[in-house]
C-alpha cells in the first residue's frame, strides 16, 4: 500500500506560468517532509524538509507547504524556468527509531515548454 | 563539493554474472541506503546500514546482498544479475544526529542493464 500519494503523475506549463504539486500521506507517527527535484539521469536533490511543526517554506522560486493535519503538502512553484523541467518526489520520513527509513512518492514529471 | 559518490553511473553486465556497486561518501554519515528506481515505482528501499557492519533489509532484498566494512563505503551486490534487476540504482546517506537531518544526500545514480 503506497503511502504517499504524488499528484498530478505528469504536467506540462509553460515557461513563467506557476504550478501546484500536491502530495499526501499516510505515513503515521510523522516525523518530517521532503520535496526533491531530480533531473533526468541524476540523484535527487533536497529542495525542502519540514517538519510537523512547519506550515511552509521556501527555497527561492518553490515554497513547500504542509498541512499535518489533514495529512497534504504542496509544492508551489513561482515563475517557472526550462530548468524547472525535472521529476518532484515527496518523501516521508518516520519517526526516526524506524530506521531512518524514508517513504517515497512517486514523483510528479514536470515539463516546462518555451 | 561532491559529497557521495558511486563507482559507476552506466553499467552492462550479462545474467549470472556478480555485480558490485560502490558507493563512498566524504560527510561522515552514520546511515547509509541503496535503492533502485523503476518507472512507475518511484524509490524502492534495497538495504541500508546504521553503522559499520550493521546492516538491515528494506522492502525488496532478494536477489541483493550488502557490505560495510568503513564508515565511508557501502556497497551493493547482486550475487546472479538477472534481468529484473535492470534499473536505476541510488544510494544515499544520512546523519544519525537529528539536529542534523536537513537533508539526505543522493549519489548521481547507477544505471544497469541486465542483458
Known amino acids: 500500500k503506497n503511502q504517499v500519494e504524488q499528484s498530478p503523475q505528469s504536467l506540462i506549463i509553460l515557461e513563467g506560468k506557476n504550478c501546484t504539486l500536491q502530495?499526501?500521506?499516510?505515513?503515521?507517527?510523522?516525523?518530517?517532509l521532503r520535496w526533491y527535484k531530480q533531473d533526468t539521469g541524476r540523484g535527487p536533490v533536497s529542495l525542502t524538509i519540514?517538519?510537523?511543526?512547519?506550515n511552509t517554506k521556501s527555497n527561492g522560486r518553490y515554497t513547500a507547504t504542509l498541512d499535518a493535519d489533514t495529512k497534504q503538502s504542496s509544492l508551489h512553484i513561482t515563475a517557472s524556468q526550462l530548468s524547472d523541467s525535472a521529476s518532484y518526489i515527496c518523501?516521508?520520513?518516520?519517526?526516526?527509531?524506524?530506521?531512518?527509513?524514508?517513504?517515497f512518492g512517486q514523483g510528479t514529471e514536470l515539463s516546462v515548454k518555451p | 563539493d561532491v559529497k557521495v559518490t558511486q563507482s559507476s553511473r552506466y553499467l552492462v553486465k550479462r545474467t549470472g554474472e556478480k555485480v558490485f556497486l560502490e558507493c563512498v561518501q566524504d560527510?561522515?554519515?552514520?546511515?547509509m541506503f541503496w535503492y533502485r528506481q523503476d518507472p512507475g515505482l518511484g524509490l524502492r528501499l534495497i538495504y541500508f546500514?546504521?553503522?559499520?557492519?550493521?546492516?538491515e533489509k528494506g522492502d525488496i532484498p532478494e536477489g541483493y546482498s550488502v557490505s560495510r566494512e568503513k564508515k565511508e563505503r557501502f556497497s551493493l551486490i547482486l550475487e546472479s544479475a538477472s534481468t529484473n534487476q535492470t534499473s536505476m540504482y541510488l544510494c544515499?546517506?544520512?546523519?544519525?544526529?537529528?539536529?542534523?537531518?536537513?537533508?539526505?544526500?543522493f549519489g548521481p545514480g547507477t544505471r544497469l542493464l541486465v542483458l
Open positions: 518523501v516521508v520520513s518516520g519517526m526516526y527509531n524506524q530506521g531512518g527509513k524514508l517513504i
Open positions: 502530495c499526501n500521506y499516510t505515513v503515521s507517527p510523522f516525523s518530517n
Open positions: 519540514m517538519t510537523f511543526s512547519e
Open positions: 560527510m561522515d554519515h552514520e546511515n
Open positions: 546500514s546504521y553503522d559499520v557492519k550493521m546492516k
Open positions: 544515499a546517506t544520512l546523519p544519525r544526529d537529528r539536529r542534523l537531518q536537513e537533508t539526505q544526500y
